[in-house]
């Protein structure tokens, strides 16, 4: 499944400051409402809703392999969950991982998101 990134800056920073937010002991996640999720529900060739996903490291988390190693297994995580779970489309959702995520199998990443999402509504 392909995934569609949020790439603008204001979408971040809306979804920061007025998303709901729900954290876990690996990853923080921040879900907000689509406005322009029925555009892009046209654009899609397949033309069903979708979310846009973004995931934002910041250097805390590590040095460069640490940081790419926990957008890789949060994207594994999410794809997972998403293909189990059929999460809800048409939101912004943001995650944001923390230290514990470089050190924790990709199992224990996968229940705190699973854990995030099901207190979110999602």
């Known amino acids: 499944m392909k995934f569609y990134a949020i790439k603008q800056n204001y979408l971040y920073q809306r979804t920061f400051k007025t998303g709901a937010r729900k954290s876990s002991r690996t990853v923080t996640v921040f879900v907000l409402k689509d406005k322009y999720a029925s555009s892009l529900e046209k654009q899609n060739p397949l ?17 460069a392999v640490h940081r790419n ?54």
Do not use: H, W
Request: hydrophobic content about 35%; charged content about 35%; glycine content about 6%.
């Open 47 to 63: 033309k069903k809703p979708l979310n846009r996903i973004g995931i934002s490291v910041s250097k805390k988390v590590g040095d």
């Open 69 to 122: 190693r926990a957008k890789r297994v949060i994207r594994e995580a999410y794809r997972q969950i998403d293909k189990s779970f059929e999460v809800k489309k048409g939101y912004l959702i943001v995650i944001v991982p923390k230290t514990e995520c470089t050190v924790r199998k990709e199992g224990d990443v996968y229940r705190d998101m699973l854990y995030c999402f099901s207190s979110l509504d999602m």
